[in-house]
């Protein structure tokens, strides 16, 4: 069974571009929840999708979107970077509630 | 709202030896799930163990075993016969089971095996 696939791994990006990023969760998890990791802050939770409608949402400002399409996979996406959007982006993928989440690998962002 | 407190940042322990990592809650809710997390150098999050509230027992998977104190909000994690395999970032977190909810994460506890 395939794992949580997060795409790209590394991406380095200037300030004020956007950026997207693409995650497939495990098949027939419809759930997918997306954090952001940094050292002085820890975990983050950006958004979760769940059947394509955003289910929960982290307190991030608007530059920072998702969807979920109908096959379960996510995008997030980030515009106008900033210089403190550098961090590790993780997607996690779950079947229900109890379970857990099952992550990615997750794409370490760079923003120079 | 919930929180979870890891008072340890980091915690080293023998090669083979018993360690023991800290993990407070705060919730107000009475069906919940607990769970350890080991994200290692690779920086895969991994699930190590998970407790439902509702469940007396403490869980355990191999050399991972927990301590769950439910009055007490107190969720500790033992690692058994240290690996050098277990060096890692451990996060406990919380996620409820009465609403459809994100799962918190503590701040982690860095964790270093001494060959």
């Known amino acids: 069974k395939a794992g949580v696939t997060q795409t790209p791994r590394y991406l380095i990006k200037t300030r004020g571009q956007q950026v997207t990023l693409s995650c497939s969760p495990i098949?027939?998890?419809?759930?997918v929840s997306w954090y952001q990791q940094t050292p002085g802050q820890g975990l983050q939770f950006l958004f979760e999708?769940?059947?394509?409608?955003?289910?929960n949402k982290g307190n991030f400002p608007g530059r920072f979107s998702g969807r979920q399409f109908s096959n379960s996979r996510s995008e997030m996406n980030v515009s106008t970077l900033e210089l403190g959007d550098s961090a590790l982006y993780l997607c996690?993928?779950?079947?229900?509630?109890?379970?857990?989440?099952?992550f990615g690998s997750g794409t370490r962002l760079t923003v120079v | 709202a919930q929180t979870v407190t890891q008072s340890q940042p980091e915690m080293s322990v023998q090669e083979a030896e018993t360690v023991t990592l800290s993990c407070t809650y705060d919730?107000?809710?009475?069906?919940?799930?607990l769970f350890w997390y080991k994200q290692p150098p690779s920086r895969q999050m991994i699930l190590v163990i998970r407790?439902?509230?509702?469940?007396?027992q403490n869980a355990t998977e191999n050399r991972f075993s927990v301590n769950f104190q439910k009055a007490a909000k107190s969720f500790s994690l033992k690692i058994s016969d240290s690996q050098l395999g277990d060096a890692a970032m451990y996060f406990c977190a919380y996620r409820s089971a009465e609403r459809d909810d994100k799962i918190i994460f503590g701040k982690g506890t860095r964790l270093h095996i001494l060959p």
């Open positions: 996690a993928s779950a079947t229900g509630s109890g379970y857990g989440y099952t």
């Open positions: 919730t107000s809710e009475s069906d919940y799930y």
């Open positions: 407790q439902e509230a509702y469940k007396q």
């Open positions: 999708y769940f059947s394509e409608t955003q289910r």
């Open positions: 098949s027939g998890h419809r759930s």
